[in-house]
């Protein structure tokens, strides 16, 4: 098979969460632990740090695996979904897995698969254990795909555990109450193994603490230590101050990335970077050899977060994250899709409508919008400003929500727009209305915004 027919092969035969939804999910680890046993567990060949939470592990897992490139190790990532392109999910210092790998990996084990039958998503994970092991990795960050306990990315032990928060989301699978959803997603606490949480929320931190002690895992929550404020968030310059118990820690901080949601992002980086770098006795870097002398020199510690987190894009081919993908009119795109995510995004948007005298202020707001079908899409709308004009459309994916029932409900929020064929329609109809001090955001789910990069 050449590279498409192998994809075919994995969409055809393997169930795909993010095209059918629940019916994909396997809640236990029995398929990922047998194809890694048939692989030789390669989990067990390189390091890792595991990321989990409801918001913010993609951009978490992003910026860790930067700092860990600026300070010269082999870095390994694994997320999930993709937008575009399926080799996103596994990338190693920022490139993804070559097509040639992905097709020699299914073909020799395509007999293990067929009898195996894992879903998509085992099988992905299981690939990219496979690419770090063979290309011996210093550090992979793997990033949880869907609750902890049971994901299939559960089967390592980490160097640490990293959870950034929790909100609602997936309530069908994982519990309709954040207890019970942090339960879920404090499965990734190891035996032993530091946990960094992002963010204390009186309802999941007694459940973190509890599953901590249990199994006598250091704990340590970011927002506790760590404070980040944006310096100019009306343009968001992405240029931070960051203060460590208090005291300024960093100056000018800056983050090649945006968002109202990224300041706390950025703490759970610095918590976690601060534990891991202690858990290998190295700080962050490992020692790098001069290029003049013989001697070995201690890279510095802020200045490697700095690089790190300055370039996260271009190391990382970081995406889809309040993303700016044109201007006049300005085109920005970002996939939260769940409430806190959601609240928080437009919370900031709608104080640069209110506030039209500063740099990136616009006339009229433009949303290009669209749902999965099992998204409780009623409290999502809820978040959706009334004043913005709506342009409802379908992923292209089986478990994409009809643009006529999401502007049917819609409608019931107050919120008037037309529904269109297609991602792309939708936003070139919002092009055609907008004039140059609009502004389009395309939001509402991850595969809607894969539609439009």
């Known amino acids: 098979m050449d590279y498409k027919q192998t994809l075919d092969f994995l969409y055809a035969q393997l169930p795909m969460f993010h095209r059918i939804g629940a019916a994909a999910y396997k809640n236990d680890l029995t398929n990922t632990i047998a ?32 700092v860990c490139q600026a300070s010269g190790m082999k870095t390994g990532l694994y997320v999930s979904p993709h937008y575009k392109d399926f080799r996103e999910r596994i990338k190693i210092d920022g490139q993804y897995i070559p097509r040639r790998q992905v097709v020699d990996f299914v073909g020799l084990h395509r007999e293990a698969i067929e009898r195996i039958q894992p879903s ?30 049971l994901d299939s990315t559960n089967v390592i032990t980490p160097l640490l555990s990293v959870i950034t928060n929790i909100s609602y989301d997936h309530q069908n699978l994982l519990g309709d109450t954040l207890p019970l959803i942090a339960a879920e997603k404090a499965g990734i606490i190891k035996p032993g193994i530091p946990v960094v949480i992002g963010e204390t929320h009186p309802e999941s931190a007694p459940v973190f603490l509890k599953k901590a002690a249990e199994v006598a895992a250091p704990i340590v929550f970011a927002d506790q230590h760590f404070r980040v404020e944006e310096c100019n968030p009306a343009q968001r310059s992405g240029i931070h101050n960051v203060f460590k118990d208090g005291h300024l820690f960093l100056e000018n901080l800056e983050v090649d990335a945006s968002g109202p949601f990224q300041a706390k992002n950025v703490a759970t980086v610095l918590q976690a970077l601060e534990v891991f770098g202690k858990r290998l006795c190295i700080r962050v870097g490992r020692p790098r050899r001069s290029s003049k002398t013989s001697e070995v020199s201690q890279p510095e510690y802020t200045t490697l977060i700095r690089s790190g987190l300055k370039n996260l894009r271009l190391l990382t081919r970081f995406m889809g994250r309040w993303q700016i993908i044109g201007e006049n009119p ?55 400003p009334q004043e913005a004009r709506y ?19 819609a409608a019931g929020f107050g919120l008037q727009g037309r529904a269109y064929s297609s991602v792309r329609n939708a936003l070139r109809a919002a092009k055609r209305a907008a004039k140059p001090n609009d502004m389009i955001l395309v939001i509402g789910s991850i595969f809607v915004v894969g539609e439009v990069l």
């Open 391 to 409: 342009y409802f459309a379908k992923a292209n994916i089986p478990r994409g929500l009809e643009a006529q029932v999401l502007q049917e409900k």
């Open 120 to 149: 998509f998503f085992e099988l992905c994970v299981a690939m990219a254990f496979d690419w770090f092991a063979r290309q011996k990795v210093d550090i992979a960050i793997i990033e949880v795909g869907l609750g902890g306990r």
């Open 35 to 66: 194809l890694c046993e048939h692989l030789g567990n390669p989990h067990q060949k390189f390091q890792s740090i595991h990321v989990g939470g409801t918001n913010g592990k993609g951009s978490v897992s992003h910026m860790l695996a930067a």
């Open 330 to 384: 300005m085109i920005l795109c970002d996939s939260a899709h769940n409430e806190a995510g959601l609240r928080l995004a437009f919370e900031d948007i709608l104080k640069t409508y209110k506030v039209s005298k500063n740099l990136i202020g616009f006339k009229q707001l433009h949303i290009v919008t669209g749902f999965v079908n099992d998204k409780d899409v009623d409290k999502a709308l809820g978040f959706f």
